[in-house]
């Protein structure tokens, strides 16, 4: 009866898209009430009630089986939506499509896309720069556009809510989980960026999430594995890490997720996750902060919280520290049954609860899926592939790439005269060796797989050496760049005796890599974050002099390279 009154509702003629441009402000509007929320809740079984502060994990690249039995949980327990992984476009949507019949309320779908579509979906959708090379974009207006066209991404597909931007102030270079997904270690920078692409992503009529609270950027553990321990203080927390969950709390962040951390100065329990801690969640970020939107937590599934807190015992103490979605419980239904049972002894108040399925359902009606209508499949990929989209993410590109080194030797290079073009980490040309090939007159290209014996490389240091000038490309090849390179010893040194002064290097990598390597002696040091077609394309352009490189270093890799570096 609900879906049906719930359909026919849209035939008012309110539009998703015509929605979005109207939409009121968030925070506001989920703490306030609505008529179509009270309806939605008073329909709802107390169970169900509980079933929409749940989201559970589906995928499409794990088989039939497996969406039919996400499909079952879905039905049995009237869950309030999706955390959605692998698989591609066109039968992510078939799957919400699905899915959508199955519930009384329209699903909320969320979605891990820090970089857009292309971080779950690589193969047919579009991946925008990771983080950390927005970091060194001058111009966060750029960050802003992105925003608005994952938005748009969003929509087109049927989701609702990025968990994104990452607001972790990286100033570890050994954090394994972080890293490249942070804007740097600077505050105020990350802040800022992270602001524009927060408000892009409202604007464009999806919900956005700062994460992970209160601050995951220095840590050298991944909560994925472990439960990792912060030892500072309160007022470092309060100056660095929270940073800026304090400020765009204030400036309407609608939603923030919660890290499994523990963290002694804010809660002294032996090995409590900061994601389960009432102290965290309602003393902390709703009471000291005043943050009014949704609080969400990290996947419930990571063993940084259930280590300590098995059996469902977490997902209890997750609604109990005052969360409104909980990401991935490992069984929804035994969580369900035991926040129940919580209630009726008396441990979790009923009207906190009440409150947060209302939150919840209030989020669903800003989204405008009062109005839910089936995502329509057609022509779907070409959608996802918008010109206008490639042309931003090739000017962020182009905005980001940063000369670590004197300009000088860039604007001496020649491409009539005798060049070596000596490649690290790939065995054939890539889009950099490529475009730059086209260019030159007399130019040798060399690659260096990495294999080599020492013997091997000493012989061509001499070869390469003969030549006037030295293109050095260090390629990280990997899918996502770490903070040191994959590379032996033999190499390291042919690197070292390679970097000269007719060299100029240009690195795609990680910027902490730099210290993997010792190219401090090259005349010129383009750096360009990573290793993705669009980056080697606009550091090929800067190579060229088509484009003067204005991309400052959003994190300090040694004394010479500080934050802030740029030529």
Not at 217 to 233: A, K
């Amino acid at each position: 009866m609900l879906k049906s009154i719930i359909t026919s509702a849209f035939l008012c003629g309110l539009t998703m898209a015509g929605f979005a441009q109207k939409k009121p402000a968030f925070v506001p509007f989920i703490n306030q009430q609505h008529q179509w929320v009270d309806s939605v809740f008073n329909s709802l079984t107390p169970k169900e009630r509980i079933g929409q502060l749940f989201l559970v994990r589906a995928h499409t690249n794990l088989g039939q089986k497996y969406i039919d039995s996400v499909a079952t949980v879905i039905q049995k327990e009237q869950l309030g939506g999706l955390v959605v992984f692998q698989g591609g476009p066109v039968r992510h949507v078939d799957m919400y499509n699905q899915y959508q019949k199955l519930t009384k309320v329209p699903l909320l779908i969320t979605f891990d896309g820090e970089w857009g579509l292309g971080m779950r979906l690589p193969d047919s959708t579009q991946s925008f720069p990771y983080q950390m090379t927005l970091g060194a974009i001058q111009d966060n207006s750029l960050i802003y556009d992105m925003g608005r066209e994952i938005a748009k991404d969003f929509l087109r597909m049927g989701m609702h809510f990025n968990f994104a931007p990452v607001v972790d102030v990286n100033n570890n270079s050994k954090n394994p989980v972080i890293g490249f997904r942070s804007f740097g270690e600077n505050k105020v920078n990350v802040t800022n960026k992270a602001k524009a692409y927060m408000d892009g992503m409202v604007d464009g009529g999806i919900i956005a999430s700062l994460k992970h609270f209160p601050g995951h950027g220095d840590t050298d553990v991944d909560s994925h594995h472990d439960l990792p321990q912060l030892n500072f203080s309160k007022k470092r927390l309060e100056e660095l890490e929270m940073y800026p969950f304090k400020e765009l709390i204030k400036q309407g962040a609608p939603a923030v997720m919660v890290a499994h951390m523990n963290i002694p100065a804010l809660d002294n329990t032996p090995n409590m996750p900061s994601s389960i801690s009432r102290k965290v969640v309602t003393d902390l970020l709703r009471n000291e902060l005043g943050f009014k939107g949704l609080a969400v937590t990290d996947a419930m599934d990571m063993k940084g919280v259930k280590k300590y807190f098995p059996n469902g015992e977490a997902d209890v103490m997750a609604i109990e520290a005052g969360h409104d979605l909980l990401e991935v419980s490992e069984n929804s239904g035994r969580a369900i049954d035991l926040v129940e049972k919580a209630i009726k002894s008396g441990r979790i108040k009923q009207a906190e609860l009440d409150a947060r399925v209302k939150r919840v359902l209030a989020a669903k009606y800003w989204l405008g899926l009062n109005n839910y209508r089936p995502t329509n499949r057609n022509g779907l990929i070409n959608d996802l592939n918008r010109p206008a989209t490639k042309s931003l993410i090739q000017r962020m590109a182009d905005a980001s790439v940063t000369v670590l080194k004197s300009n000088k030797r860039i604007q001496s290079f020649d491409p009539k005269q005798e060049t070596a073009v000596v490649s690290i980490g790939i065995d054939q040309g890539q889009d950099f060796e490529k475009g730059l090939s086209l260019q030159l007159t007399q130019g040798t290209n060399f690659y260096i797989k990495g294999n080599e014996t020492q013997e091997e490389l000493d012989s061509l240091v001499k070869v390469i050496r003969d030549h006037k000038q030295i293109v050095l490309a260090i390629h990280d090849n990997r899918s996502r760049p770490r903070s040191e390179l994959d590379i032996k010893e033999p190499v390291k040194k042919f690197i070292d005796k390679m970097a000269g002064r007719r060299t100029i290097t240009v690195m795609f990598t990680n910027p902490y890599a730099i210290n993997s390597v010792d190219v401090a002696r090259s005349a010129s040091i383009i750096l360009a974050y990573q290793n993705d077609d669009f980056m080697q394309r606009a550091a090929l352009k800067v190579l060229l002099k088509q484009i003067k490189a204005t991309g400052k270093l959003p994190v300090t890799v040694s004394k010479e390279f500080a934050y802030g570096k740029g030529v």
